[in-house]
């Protein structure tokens, strides 16, 4: 059977003039073209991309058989970082006041760059750490129900532009997607490092 591998990070086809970095700081390339391809060294089951504002990288998508084992992929989504912003709760329209620390909106580009359909489930998969704070869940329901949602079934060929709005300790630090059926995972399907204001 085919084990996952989680990270085939490069350019998208559709991003032709998109320069290509090797997982090395943003400002070896400019944020707003650079993307990240895997090391020579990546292995099966291997974290995915850890991107910066601005930065594409790659993943893929698969399923497991009905014991939840020998995980197959099926598919590829590319995952751009259009932006991270913190947010007061009254930007997002909440009485409800961040649990963690403050609210960062964090807007993602996910495309299917696959052959087949892919689902992305975000709530409840997504978690923020720091090198002081260990991993802790991120997700909110705040904002759910304005503009796209990530959240959704996606055909070969489509995207979403939409965000999230994350409950994280303070800013900084990283935000990771666990969104992998692959029950022998090593990390994250993919990271963003979270700007300092």
Known sequence: MLSAVLLAGC??????????AKQEPASQAPADEAAVEPSATSALSAPGPVLEVGETGEFNTGVTDELGENYTVTSKMSVKVVSAEY????????????????FVKL???????GDAPAEIMTYGRMEWEDTDTAAQDASTLEGAGDGRSLDTAYKPGQSVTGYLILDVGEAGGTVSYNGSEDPNSE?????VNLPKP
């Open 187 to 191: 990390g994250p399907v993919f990271s």
């Open 11 to 20: 350019s998208s086809p559709s991003d032709p003039g998109d320069s290509i």
């Open 87 to 102: 947010v007061t709760p009254d930007d997002v329209d909440t009485s409800n006041q961040p649990e963690n620390g403050r």
């Open 107 to 113: 807007t993602l580009t996910l495309k299917n760059i």
